[in-house]
């Protein structure tokens, strides 16, 4: 962990701030608008009842939040900057001076510009990169890094160690990669509506019933090769590459950016959503962010297999409130919350499994095991609701071994949310298969001697007063 130094705490400045804060960084900000704080704490409560529902261990402690009075103070020390000023040249070009004159020599200076090229902030000298980052920052994992490759590559390094996924693009040019794709997007849409073909609604309907849906999980290309079918890409473009010579799309040409366009699209925008405020539709785009990148991380997709690596490298505590060994450390994400305002019955099951397979691998039976055409099958469950589980709430899963001889295995899940008894239990047993007879069998001796191993160590462990599997 280190201290990042934000200048400039808006939409882009204040989802920095929380995703170095929530990964256990301690920030410092300079902003001079008054309401800067009130902002940036909004932004922060998002992240903190988003962000960590990510994932099934838990993220680092959170780092201190220091406003301070001047770029000068907010850049000493850093081991990051990160400057999010608005996108006019000038303002960057006097910023980026402010901080090169205070920062340690050396350290990375990201400017979250959606379309200048380093060349173009470091014309005054300045040393600083893209590091272009997308809304809402503490979830979407994409930054482009522009700039001086071995800057670009320490800054690589830190933002993969922050949950984030570096592109480094090859060349600078305007915009980057993303922001010069939805700018041709963003053009034709206004096309659409200026023309009155669409409204801003039904051009929204058309992005996300179809092709949204698709691009979050395949992107185009290869949603694309899928589309040519069985001939994959070469059908595709033979298919569809002589359209693009069609007139389609107006791509050339900009629509007027005048007041009427501005009201236009603005008043078409206020008639779709203007009955929610921008902090319900953010609370909203987040809980279906969450849903939509655990829902992927399940294959690794995508955003899913940055969620993945970035959960492989947090550490899970290695003993429970009980002192028996942890299985799952997560913080209940919003998707787990049902009508009556708690943790619904299903996600209870999609835990317990989740910490009976890291003990599987805790006793060796993992994926390499499980690959050798050997694993375990669930025979039965039987959970205990002792008190509720909110969203929000940090679940410590401990798993104790009741019985079992390693082809039988009889585990107790127990769900610790800070109390002195357990929220949960979840009695279960796994016996252990063939996968290529789907019968049981003995295990692997080494993964026996584990799991023999477990039991002798728990035995001492209170047992619960009642148990239901093996009565
Ligand atoms: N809003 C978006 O969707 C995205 C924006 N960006 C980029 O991020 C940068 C910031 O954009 P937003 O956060 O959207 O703008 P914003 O308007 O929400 O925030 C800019 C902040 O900078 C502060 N500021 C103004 N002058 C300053 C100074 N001299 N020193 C320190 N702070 C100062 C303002 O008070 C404001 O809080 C721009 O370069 C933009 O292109 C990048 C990705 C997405
Ligand atoms: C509209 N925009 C150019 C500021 C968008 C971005 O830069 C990235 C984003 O979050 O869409």
């Not at 001076?97 to 000298?125: H, R, Y």
């Not at 160690?161 to 990669?177: C, N, Q, S, W, Y």
């Not at 589980?389 to 769900?415: A, C, E, P």
Request: net charge negative; hydrophobic share 45%; proline share 5%.
């Amino acid at each position: 962990m280190g201290r990042a130094a934000i200048v400039g705490g808006g939409v882009i400045g204040g989802g920095w701030a929380a995703r170095f804060l929530l990964n256990g960084w301690d920030v410092a900000i300079f902003d001079p608008d008054p309401e800067a704080g009130r902002k940036i704490g909004e932004v922060l409560a998002n992240a903190r009842r988003s962000l960590p529902g990510l994932y099934e261990r838990g993220l680092p402690a959170e780092g201190s939040l220091t406003f301070c009075a001047t770029v000068e103070e907010t850049v000493a020390g850093a081991d990051w900057v990160q400057e999010s000023v608005p996108e006019r040249l000038d303002l960057k070009h006097r910023v980026l001076a402010q901080v090169m004159a205070a920062a340690p020599e050396g350290v990375v200076i990201g400017s979250s510009t959606s379309g200048f090229k380093p060349s173009e902030l470091n014309e005054k000298g300045a040393t600083a990169i893209v590091a272009h980052p997308f809304n809402p920052v503490y979830l979407l994992p994409l930054v482009e890094l522009v700039g001086e490759a071995d800057r670009t590559a320490r800054a690589a390094e830190t933002l993969r160690g922050i949950g984030m996924f570096p592109l480094t693009v090859r060349k600078e040019i305007d915009a980057h990669i993303a922001d010069r794709f939805l700018e041709a997007v963003w053009r034709e849409a206004l096309w659409l509506v200026k023309d009155g073909v669409a409204t801003t609604e039904e051009i929204d309907e058309a992005i996300r019933m179809g092709f949204g849906l698709r691009w979050a999980q395949m992107g185009m290309f290869e949603t694309y090769r899928i589309a040519g079918g069985e001939a994959g890409m070469r059908h595709f473009m033979a298919q569809f590459g002589p359209c693009l010579t069609w007139p389609w799309t107006k791509l050339m040409d900009v629509p007027e950016f005048n007041d009427e366009l501005v009201d236009l699209i603005a008043g078409q925008s206020d008639a779709q959503s203007g009955h929610r405020s921008i902090r319900e539709l953010e609370r909203l785009r987040d809980d279906n962010l969450v849903g939509i990148m655990r829902a992927l991380k399940r294959t690794g997709s995508g955003a899913g297999g940055v969620i993945r690596d970035h959960e492989a490298r947090l550490p899970l505590a290695e003993t429970g409130p009980d002192g028996l060994p942890v299985t799952v450390e997560m913080q209940v994400p919003t998707t787990y919350v049902d009508y009556n305002g708690h943790m619904n019955e299903a996600p209870y099951m999609e835990v317990s499994a989740r910490a009976s397979d890291r003990f599987m691998e805790m006793i060796g039976a993992d994926a390499a095991y499980i690959a050798g055409g050997l694993s375990y099958f669930t025979a039965e469950n039987h959970i205990r609701y002792f008190s509720e589980i909110d969203i929000g709430d940090r679940i410590t899963v401990t798993t104790q071994v009741l019985g079992g001889d390693g082809r039988k295995l009889h585990l107790l899940n127990k769900f610790w949310t800070g109390g002195e008894t357990p929220a949960a239990t979840v009695e279960t047993l796994l016996l252990h298969v063939d996968l290529s007879t789907r019968r049981v069998v003995a295990p692997r001796a080494d993964v026996a001697e584990k799991a023999a191993a477990m039991a002798a160590a728990h035995a001492g462990a209170p047992r619960p007063d009642r148990l239901v599997i093996g009565r």
